[in-house]
């Protein structure tokens, strides 16, 4: 260890602190779960579970439950096509216009969202819906899918620069067709890759707002509905509660996801420390 | 290199203009030009048609203001259409959503439904296929906010004031005028307290004070306000937004949670947010007024959507919504006069017509109801000119800085 | 795994291997295969609707029903640079963006360099765990449980009132605040795999050369991790610039994103035209990004 005992500490204490802002308010989501009373006073009188059984026969709540669910998993899944491809094409092949891919692959996630969001409700209204496509399932996930490439893309791009070409090639020279490479030796490495792009693309689909607003139409997925229940303060406990069970919920595939990468990548791919030394020596 | 990268430009190029001429070809508008129809794709021909027909739409999607929709289970059960409704926070709101194709019907205010009638998004009415129609108020009936061309444009829903409401434990009880959001002394006693509408159309409530203060501005309808009026109510408005502590979206909730907390504890507010805060427990201490100098308020319509993929669920809804039992649930539960008064008969408090003035004409004279502000005033043979809905709307932002 | 044997004619190819084939001796073709399908959707959907949007910008609308007139004007472009109320509007929301990203950068240094070179393996992976969660967390829910912490009967309220001091949640600070809280996970990240990347050895020399901890800090963790620092800046910093919906429910000041969001439905090409800015400062933002290395780091 090179850091002197002080600076441990201190950045042990800028840990726990940093940690602490980040899930105090959490807390107050779940506290306020249990909050008997409609309107969200402090310091809360009285605790009670009845919304917990409110919010389980709210249909619509339901509803909005499943119709995000769905598109989450059906904007990931463009997103994994998507970004894997388009990493495969800028990490292997030099052309014309590579870097331009990673600039337009970023854009629908730095471009604000209320921008993405106009645009894509005129494409909707005007392009899509003459040829029949309406808001619905279909256009949420067109909308959730473009800005989700990216986290896909960023993992499968860092992965695939840390493998070279070479083991393709020899799996080609040994008689392998492309499905049989991809399957058998590219898919291997970039398995927790992909793995950890499609948990950041579901849990930023499944969360989105900003721009669902605009391409669901009458639709209502669940940050939608929590939107709409804003307007319903009778209601406004079982948003609470509806929250406290995605929190608890999500801590599964979270840590699964985390247990299989091994530790070894969840964001980009990080490799062990120190092993970079060379490539870190080699910059300028 | 250079060559690929001109011709990368180049080709750049052509897309953005390929695509520009495209966006200008496309979208070309809704045709509405053709004379508005009170005939819609699928709707029945009588009543027993449409009862039929609706039975196998089953659905129907409403943009409506918060509260409005009221005796859903009932309506549901008895036509097979399920309601979906969507809450509206402004006029604009609500009229964007319509022109989304995705709802069938809107309740609008004035200052929507006289837009939506010219541009043709919603169709006229054929009181025929309407039983309960026959029952609504003829004080309401054909009025410049639901019809055009003499043709009805929907059913009215019911009327309100929008209140001055304050908790009485900050602001003195008798309070009985607008001055304590206007006055300068006022503003700097309540800075950061006070609750003010989000919308353009609040200019209008400047406008209103101004016609009691400053009565040689010639203020006489607070919409249709010419430029050195709307100028004046500019003014006073900037003046205000300093001390304004939230400019509340058309969603209710966060008035209420506002109001309970002690954020806010004077300003505008709909009957709906008073009843929630009287009925709480414990009841939050509010009062709310119609101030003497009068104030702007709302005569609601049912409208449907000209090319509603339901018709004949919101001919239903429609008719439902003016059945006397509706009438008394909305006035209610929102907190408004009922326009069918055999609503008056089944509320829960026996008084309610009387508390809400719903026949008592005079009490609505000083009450004016939200409308859109037109470059004619309203009176195309006058030749004066005012100040059109786009200036309200810039200079809305503008006020809010 | 196929045994190489020696044949005198080779098996015949299925379609399969025909189209494998194909491609290894046709890279380009290969190239444009993989690359048909998200480039088709990214430029042609994505980038084709954005020139949409852009280009009306340019068109009038009557100014009674706000229904778009198809005749271009720059009359929005004018209305957005004469009228100062625009400009400030635009400013304050730079200078939000910017404020927040300091904030995420001092918030989020301590958790991901104890994370990267401090924490064990598994302390690591817990924590990686629990910096994830709360991404989970509906972005909506967090700023309500905001607005009530916030609020003048709220827990920091709560806290202050025996100090006799009192805190205007609803204001811009409250607004920082919660901007700082919410994207804090993604400066996190990223600075936690730029910290990672940076070997062992170099900060041994730096302390064999007699550098002290701030020393090293500043001459070579913080440099060798600016890429990974400008990475996540991208997210604080656009992820602020164009929100409308925490803004409308923490303050009554105007943003950029609450703008175009109230003046969309009735003066749509003065929004479009107002959704230049962001544009146009966010493309530039990504530009020196790129410049500084940061889409490696990402």
């Known amino acids: 260890m090179v850091e002197s005992r002080l600076t441990r500490l201190l950045l042990r204490g800028g840990a726990v602190a940093t940690l602490a802002f980040i899930y105090a308010p959490l807390l107050v989501i779940a506290l306020y779960a249990f909050n008997q009373n409609v309107t969200q006073a402090w310091p809360i009188e009285n605790y009670s579970t009845k919304w917990f059984s409110v919010a389980y026969h709210n ?35 030099r052309f014309f216009g590579r870097e331009v891919i990673t600039f337009a692959v970023v854009l629908p996630i730095a471009l604000p969202g209320i921008v993405t969001g106009l645009a894509l409700q005129a494409t909707i209204l005007d392009v899509l819906g003459p040829l029949g496509v309406s808001f619905g399932l279909a256009t949420i996930i067109i909308g959730h899918a473009t800005f989700c490439v990216v986290v896909v893309y960023n993992n499968v791009i860092a992965r ?32 927790t890759a992909l793995l950890a792009g499609g948990l950041l693309a579901f849990a ?81 | ?107 609008a205010s004035g200052n929507a439904s006289v837009r939506m009638m010219s541009t043709g998004d919603v169709a006229p009415i054929d009181p025929d296929l309407i039983p309960n129609y026959a029952d609504v108020q003829e004080g309401i009936k054909d009025q410049d906010y639901n019809s055009l061309d003499g043709q009805p444009y929907g059913v009215p829903h019911g009327r309100g004031p929008n209140y001055l409401m304050f908790r009485t434990d ?90 309970t907390n002690g954020d806010s504890v004077v300003g505008t507010t709909w009957p709906y947010q008073y009843l929630q805060l009287t009925n709480a427990s414990p009841p939050v201490p509010v009062k709310a007024i119609k101030p003497k100098e009068g104030t702007t308020g709302w005569s609601d319509t049912w409208m449907i959507y000209s090319k509603a993929a339901h018709p004949n669920c919101m001919y239903l809804w429609m008719d439902h919504m003016i059945s006397p039992e509706a009438q008394a649930a909305v006035a209610e539960g929102f907190g408004e006069a009922p326009v069918n008064l055999k609503a008056c008969d089944l509320t829960e408090n026996p008084n309610h017509c009387d508390d809400f003035h719903a026949s008592d004409e005079s009490w609505w004279d000083d009450v004016y109801y939200w409308t859109t502000p037109t470059a004619d005033c309203g009176d195309p043979d006058s030749g004066d000119t005012c100040v059109t809905q786009e200036d309200w709307k810039t200079a809305w932002t503008e006020i809010r800085g | 795994m196929t045994s190489v044997q020696h044949s005198e004619t080779p098996p015949r190819a299925s379609p399969g291997r025909r189209l494998s084939t194909f491609f290894f001796r046709h890279p380009r073709t290969r190239l444009g295969v993989l690359l048909a399908l998200p480039v088709a959707w990214l430029v042609v959907v994505y980038f084709g609707s954005l020139v949409v949007l852009l280009v009306s910008a340019f068109w009038d609308t009557d100014p009674f029903t706000a229904e ?163 990475a996540g800046s991208i997210f604080t910093f656009s992820l ?59």
Not at chain 2, 234 to 255: D, F, I, M, R, S
């Open chain 1, 160 to 191: 695939m620069r840390r493998t070279t070409g070479s083991l393709d090639e020899a799996s080609a020279d040994l008689g392998a067709d492309s499905w049989q490479t991809f399957r058998y030796v590219m898919f291997p490495q970039l398995r």
């Open chain 2, 1 to 107: 290199m250079r060559r690929k990268r001109i011709a990368a430009w180049v080709a750049l190029g052509l897309l953005v203009a390929a695509l520009s001429v495209v966006a200008a070809g496309c979208g070309g508008g809704d045709d509405d030009g053709d004379g508005a129809s009170a005939a819609i794709e699928g709707l029945g021909a009588d009543l027993d048609e449409i009862k039929a027909n609706a039975r196998n739409e089953g659905e129907v999607n409403l943009v409506q203001w918060s509260g409005y929709a009221q005796l859903v289970d009932e309506f549901e059960a008895a036509t097979g259409c399920t309601v979906n409704t969507k809450d509206g926070g402004s006029s604009d709101d609500m009229i964007s959503l319509i022109q989304t194709g995705e709802y069938d019907g809107v309740s």
């Open chain 2, 170 to 259: 900050d602001v003195p009880e008798d309070t009985d005028s607008w001055n304590v959001i206007w006055d300068d002394d006022q503003l700097a006693k309540y800075k950061g307290k006070i609750s003010i509408y989000d919308d353009s159309i609040f200019i209008a409530d400047a406008a209103l004070w101004l016609k009691a203060t400053q009565p040689d501005l010639g203020i006489d309808n607070p919409y249709q306000l010419t430029q050195e009026q709307f100028d004046a109510a500019v003014e006073l408005l900037k003046k205000q937004a300093p001390n304004v502590g939230e400019y509340w979206p058309g969603t209710p909730a966060t008035q209420i949670a506002a109001y």
């Open chain 1, 59 to 93: 249909e619509d709540a339901r509803d909005a439950f499943r119709l995000s669910l769905t598109a989450a998993l059906g904007a990931t899944a463009v997103a994994l096509v998507l970004g894997t491809l388009a990493s495969m094409a800028v990490s292997r092949y």
């Open chain 1, 204 to 284: 930023l689909s499944f969360d989105e707002v900003v721009v669902t607003i605009f391409t669901a139409g009458a639709q209502q997925t669940l940050p939608i509905w929590i939107f709409a229940t804003l307007a319903r303060p009778a209601q406004l406990p079982i948003v609470n509660v509806v929250a406290l069970f995605v929190i608890v919920v999500s801590i599964i595939p979270v840590y699964i996801a985390a247990r299989l990468a091994g530790g070894a990548g969840l964001t980009s791919d990080r490799p062990a420390k120190g092993a970079v030394a060379v490539e870190v020596e080699a910059q300028p």
């Open chain 3, 240 to 298: 602020t610039l164009g929100d409308y919906i925490a803004p409308g429910l923490i303050t009554s000041e105007q943003f950029i994103g609450t703008v175009i969001y109230n003046i969309r439905g009735q003066a749509l090409p003065t929004a479009a035209a107002f959704a230049m800015v962001p544009i146009v400062v966010i493309v530039l933002y990504l530009l020196v990004a790129r410049k500084l290395r940061a889409f490696e780091s990402l």
């Open chain 3, 68 to 230: 778009i007139i198809r005749t271009p004007t720059l009359e929005n472009f004018q209305t957005i640079i004469e009228r100062p109320v625009y400009r400030d509007v635009a400013w304050r929301t730079i200078q939000m963006a910017l404020l927040v990203t300091l904030a995420d950068i001092v918030l989020a240094f301590p958790i991901a360099y104890y994370m990267a070179r401090i924490a064990s393996p598994r302390t690591r992976s817990l924590l990686v765990v629990a910096i994830l969660m709360p991404l989970w967390a509906s972005y909506l829910v967090k700023v309500i449980a905001w607005r009530s912490i916030l609020s003048d009967g709220g827990i920091i309220n709560w806290a202050l009132e025996p100090l006799g001091l009192s805190f205007d949640g609803y204001s811009t600070v409250g607004l920082w605040l919660v901007f700082t809280y919410l994207w804090l996970p993604f400066m996190i990240l990223p600075v936690y795999a730029g910290l990672e990347r940076i070997p062992e050895s170099l900060l041994e020399a730096s302390t064999d050369l007699g550098a002290r901890s701030l020393t090293t800090f500043t001459r070579v963790i913080f440099p060798l991790a600016f890429p990974a620092v400008v």
